[in-house]
């Protein structure tokens, strides 16, 4: 929540977001419609809603359960905000195929897994709004300053996968706040 | 689409939806946005988006296909408006447990393709709007007046099942249109 400075910003695949120095990030809950909230005027806005989780299994939530860093922590001052739309393709993929590829294929619970202790995430689902939304999700990290090299080793190991292959749409805003 | 008659309403769990006499079905399209469609003062309304399918496997989806009655078909005067909403619990359970409760233990998909053939289907999901819907999925189905004893019967085998244990609200409407 709160205002971040951009320290960097690019777009991978697709139409590219106007650039920006600094971005918001308000919840838009019942109590403060989206209206009245800061800035009045954005060069853009891009929204999205935590959801139940739609891949894990049981054993792999309680083991990232056991050691994901939360939203939040002290010293995370680092933060990334990532957004992706899938492809056509992807969409008309069943359950089981779209399990297939990201887990079977491309070990996309597992390469989060090995970062979860350090690099706190969360999922906002854009897609289920309407079909006009630009992006499917956005994607949300937050780090300490010195992890920001595994961040980049993260988005490296699950660029490479064969799931990256329907992304047809990708940003990236490196964040940070002020310390603690 | 369009404007139909209320031959029946209940609520079997959770809130009462004040009764109507009639009920309008309108797409929210980008063309015509929900302020310029009819009732304009309506009793009540819900809405819901069509989206990927989250249960199904590919072998499932196959056989659905090949024998899937398509909404809109001649003569199918009778439909029905089902809005559901199921518990925390449910929520909480990860994607293969739910799964798990849904085919293995309740076989929803193989009971729905009995039915398939004669009552045509569409799902629309809810929840994703926002965390106030006072529903999370909004079923839509279509059939012959001859059909609606098979229908009552599809409803009993699910309502039978032990995922219905997760269902804490649910309405039903039944509906006509005027012949073709």
Known sequence: MGAYRVRAQRCLTGEAL???SRIHITA???DAPPGSQ??????WSLRGITSNERYVTRSEKNQLAAIQQSIGAPGATFAALIPIRKSPEWWALTQDERREVLQEQSRHIEIGLR???R???RLHHCRDFSESE????ITWFEYQPADE?????LLGELRATEE?????SECELRLSRDAD
């Open 38 to 43: 800061p800035p009045a005027q954005p060069q």
């Open 28 to 30: 838009a809950t019942q």
């Open 164 to 168: 990256w292959r329907y992304v047809d």
């Open 119 to 121: 690099i706190a995430r």
């Open 134 to 137: 630009p992006f499917d999700f």
């Open 149 to 153: 090299r595994a961040f980049d080793d």
């Open 18 to 20: 106007p650039h920006v």
């Open 115 to 117: 970062y979860a202790g």
